[in-house]
C-alpha cells in the first residue's frame, strides 16, 4: 500500500508526549512535596533552636541568684503547686508572660528540695517549655537543673 504522503520518521507522537507529561508532572509533585518537607523541618529546627536558647538563659538566670532566693523561689513555686494542684508555675526568670504569649510558647517550673542522709542545700529545677508549630502539632523541650547551697551547679 502506497501512502500519498510520506511518512515522517522525525518528530514526537502524541503518547509520547503524554509519557513525557505525566513523567514531568510526577516530577514537579515530587520537588514540591520536597520544598514542603524541607520548609517544615527548617522551622521545626527554628523552633526547637528558639525554644533551647530560652532555657539556657532561664538555667543561667536560676544560677545567677543567691541561696536564699532560690529557697524562695523553691517555697513560691511549691506554694503555687499547693494552691494549684495539677499545675505547674507558670512563670519564668527570663522571660515575661506577655514575651512567651508573643513566642505563642507556654512554660512550667516545678522545684523540689533534695535531701539525702541529712543532707541538704539542692534543689532541683525542671524547667519545659510547650509550644505548637503551623500544622498544630505540640512539641515539648525541657530542661533539668540542680543548684547546691556550695554554688556549684549541675545540667
Same mark, same amino acid.
Given at each position: 500500500?502506497?501512502?500519498?504522503?510520506?511518512?515522517?520518521?522525525?518528530?514526537?507522537? =502524541?503518547?509520547?508526549?503524554?509519557?513525557?507529561?505525566?513523567?514531568?508532572?510526577?516530577?514537579?509533585?515530587?520537588?514540591?512535596?520536597?520544598?514542603?518537607?524541607?520548609?517544615? $523541618?527548617?522551622?521545626?529546627?527554628?523552633?526547637?533552636?528558639?525554644?533551647?536558647?530560652?532555657?539556657? /538563659?532561664?538555667?543561667?538566670? =536560676?544560677?545567677?541568684?543567691?541561696?536564699?532566693?532560690?529557697?524562695? $523561689?523553691?517555697?513560691?513555686?511549691?506554694?503555687?503547686?499547693?494552691?494549684?494542684?495539677?499545675?505547674?508555675?507558670?512563670?519564668?526568670?527570663?522571660?515575661? /508572660?506577655?514575651?512567651?504569649?508573643?513566642?505563642?510558647?507556654? /512554660?512550667?517550673?516545678?522545684?523540689?528540695? $533534695?535531701?539525702?542522709?541529712?543532707?541538704?542545700?539542692?534543689?532541683?529545677?525542671?524547667?519545659? =517549655?510547650?509550644?505548637?508549630?503551623?500544622?498544630?502539632?505540640?512539641?515539648?523541650?525541657?530542661?533539668? $537543673?540542680?543548684?547546691?547551697?556550695?554554688?556549684?551547679?549541675?545540667?
Amino acid at each position: 500500500m502506497q501512502f500519498i504522503y510520506p511518512r515522517r520518521v522525525e518528530g514526537v507522537t =502524541l503518547i509520547e508526549t503524554m509519557i513525557a507529561v505525566f513523567v514531568m508532572s510526577i516530577v514537579i509533585s515530587a520537588g514540591l512535596v520536597s520544598l514542603n518537607q524541607v520548609n517544615r $523541618l527548617s522551622e521545626k529546627s527554628r523552633e526547637q533552636a528558639l525554644a533551647d536558647f530560652y532555657l539556657r /538563659a532561664e538555667c543561667e538566670q =536560676l544560677r545567677a541568684l543567691d541561696w536564699e532566693d532560690v529557697q524562695d $523561689l523553691t517555697e513560691e513555686i511549691n506554694d503555687y503547686e499547693d494552691i494549684n494542684p495539677g499545675d505547674a508555675y507558670p512563670a519564668l526568670q527570663s522571660l515575661t /508572660a506577655a514575651r512567651l504569649s508573643e513566642l505563642n510558647m507556654t /512554660a512550667a517550673i516545678k522545684s523540689t528540695t $533534695l535531701s539525702s542522709s541529712g543532707e541538704t542545700g539542692k534543689n532541683i529545677f525542671h524547667i519545659t =517549655l510547650n509550644w505548637s508549630d503551623n500544622s498544630g502539632q505540640l512539641h515539648e523541650e525541657s530542661r533539668l $537543673l540542680i543548684i547546691t547551697e556550695g554554688g556549684l551547679s549541675a545540667q
